[in-house]
């Protein structure tokens, strides 16, 4: 008989507070049976681009599986001796887990499909337990047990054998399907989100291609309403009075724990300053620094590294320090800093900025040579319009990511606290 452990998890639904313990079984002891396929020749056509899904590894995506990439005919099937698994079961990686990219790689499949030899469908045994369940344990434990229960020397891989004496804890089969359920809710809320952002992104990066004007061009394909006109070349150093880098060497033995933000090419990216990582300077060095404070409205860019991304100084940035950046100053004539940081962004600004770098492994750019970067310039209505079309759509983007990383977030928590 097979050794029991009770265990509790952190979190449960109420109505199983009181409930029995969950107990500590091996996977062989609740899967029906498991199944993985092979690879029809690929030295014959007849089996190949014919109406039956085939499913490789790597397509298990942690999630739903709605179509594959490739399919194969009936002769295929039939020469390979393929089953065809239907949809709602849960299929994982077998091979090549070491790598962390395929490691705990598993999917629910949306569709009925053939496998791979990589590919390894679990039938539950449906009374003691629920596959969606099955799905979520395994996404939580998956990278662990590929490097812990796998065997092979230079690929690592599981076999039927592997697979069975996985050790899994479970509840009684209702707990497992509200459990089940639950996160099978929560992954569609997360794929809502998901979604939305890379709709998002997509529209801003349709918008992106048409409101500029391409090379050669003097006028954007697409325009607001009410705006007409060529815009004109200008190199900016006939907009802006300072053009100049940001770089003082070291300051590590000026680094505190807090104090005066210390804005690096870290915290510049995609039009955008975060601050997931942060630098504070003590007073000292802060005041010896002041030639390089930041103010309202000046663009900073990336100077080394990820060089061209760009960003505008908001209010709430006014009188920071900068440190390897190119910095943008002081205006001669009434441009909208955004319009120009959007510019940046697009693939037109991207060509040109790659003609004027410098190095190999790590790219560096000249304030000299921004100095001649040629920009295109509408009249400042058409500017200001356009700038704050950007900012809103930035603002939606990262609306839509922080929502989905908050959701990420809190499936993790509970992943963590509903399972043992």
Request: hydrophobic share 35%; glycine share 6%.
């Amino acid at each position: 008989m097979t050794e029991e452990t009770s265990l509790v998890p952190k979190r449960r639904f109420k109505e199983f507070h009181n409930t029995d313990a969950w107990k500590q079984r091996k996977l062989g002891d609740v899967i029906e049976k498991m199944y993985n396929g092979q690879t029809p020749s690929r030295f014959n056509d007849d089996n190949w681009n014919g109406d039956i899904n085939w499913l490789s590894s790597g397509e298990l995506n942690r999630g739903v599986v709605t179509e594959t990439v490739e399919k194969i005919t009936e002769i295929g099937r039939k020469v390979a001796n393929l089953k065809i698994v239907p949809k709602g079961i849960f299929v994982m990686a077998i091979t090549g887990l070491e790598a962390a990219g395929t490691r705990g790689n598993c999917a629910i499949l949306g569709i009925d499909t053939t496998l791979n030899q990589s590919c390894m469908a679990l039938f539950p045994q449906s009374k003691v337990l629920d596959t969606k369940f099955l799905f979520q344990w395994y996404r939580k434990v998956g990278e662990e047990y590929g490097i812990n229960y796998t065997q092979g020397t230079k690929q690592q891989s599981y076999n039927a054998e592997l697979v069975k004496i996985l050790p899994i804890t479970l509840s009684e089969i209702e707990e497992q399907k509200k459990i089940g359920e639950f996160f099978a809710n929560l992954d569609n809320l997360i794929t809502i989100h998901r979604r939305k952002l890379e709709k998002t992104k997509a529209l801003k990066s349709a918008c992106l291609s048409e409101m500029f004007p391409i090379e050669g061009e003097r006028e954007p394909k697409r325009r607001f309403a009410g705006f007409t006109g060529a815009w004109e070349q200008r190199e900016l150093d006939s907009i802006y009075k300072k053009i100049r880098n940001a770089f003082v060497g070291t300051a590590t033995p000026y680094y505190v724990d807090s104090g005066n933000f210390y804005l690096e090419s870290n915290n510049v990216k995609d039009g955008q300053i975060n601050r997931i990582t942060e630098i504070f300077i003590n007073d000292e060095f802060y005041e010896k620094q002041k030639d390089k404070w930041l103010h309202t409205g000046d663009l900073v860019m990336v100077q080394s590294g990820h060089v061209g991304h760009t960003a505008v100084i908001g209010e709430e940035l006014d009188g920071t320090a900068a440190h390897a950046l190119i910095m943008f100053q002081e205006y001669k004539e009434q441009v909208d800093p955004y319009f120009l940081n959007i510019q940046f962004q697009t693939r037109e600004a991207k060509r040109k900025l790659e003609n004027i770098t410098t190095g190999n492994t790590i790219k560096h750019i000249l304030a000299s040579e921004m100095k001649k970067f040629e920009v295109s310039i509408p009249q400042i209505e058409e500017q200001q319009r356009i700038g704050s079309f950007f900012k809103r759509l930035d603002h939606l983007i990262t609306l839509h990511q922080r929502k989905l990383e908050k959701l990420q977030s809190i499936k993790k928590a509970y992943l963590n606290e509903m399972f043992v």
